[in-house]
């Protein structure tokens, strides 16, 4: 099982933009569907984005869609999130993650589904 690494967290205001990054170093999941969830303190765990492995297609929680882009790139064994028009509400700890399951079901399933997980990056909006 190959470890997820995210980078690319920080402290932004409002209207700002994040990029975060995961890698896949072992390349265990190229065949996988992957994806990003956030934890805010005192908050349960949520969905945020998901891309599949087939056909790379996106799909995003509802809070998020508009602003924020997945993509994956297979060359460098990379998934990504550009986060644009960051607000308050989207601070948190952002975790990467994979899992054979085709993501248009995520949202609806339990986080607790999701088989691989990063350590996560931490994200902050603040004025």
């Known amino acids: 099982q190959a470890q997820l690494v995210e980078s690319g967290g920080g402290l932004v205001t409002p209207g700002d933009s994040l990029l975060l990054s995961c890698t896949d170093p072992?390349?265990?999941?190229?065949?996988?569907?992957m994806g990003w969830f956030r934890q805010a303190p005192g908050k349960e765990r949520e969905f945020v984005a998901a891309i599949s492995s087939i056909g790379a297609v996106p799909v995003y929680a509802d809070s998020v869609k508009g602003r924020f882009t997945i993509s994956r790139e297979d060359a460098s064994n990379t998934v990504t999130l550009q986060m644009n028009n960051l607000k308050p509400e989207d601070t948190g700890i952002y975790y990467c993650?994979?899992?054979?399951?085709?993501?248009?079901?995520?949202?609806?399933?339990?986080?607790?589904?999701?088989?691989?997980w990063g350590l996560g990056t931490q994200v902050t909006i603040s004025l």
């Open positions: 072992g390349r265990a999941f190229s065949r996988w569907s």
């Open positions: 993650t994979a899992d054979p399951t085709v993501p248009w079901n995520w949202a609806q399933n339990p986080w607790q589904n999701i088989y691989a």
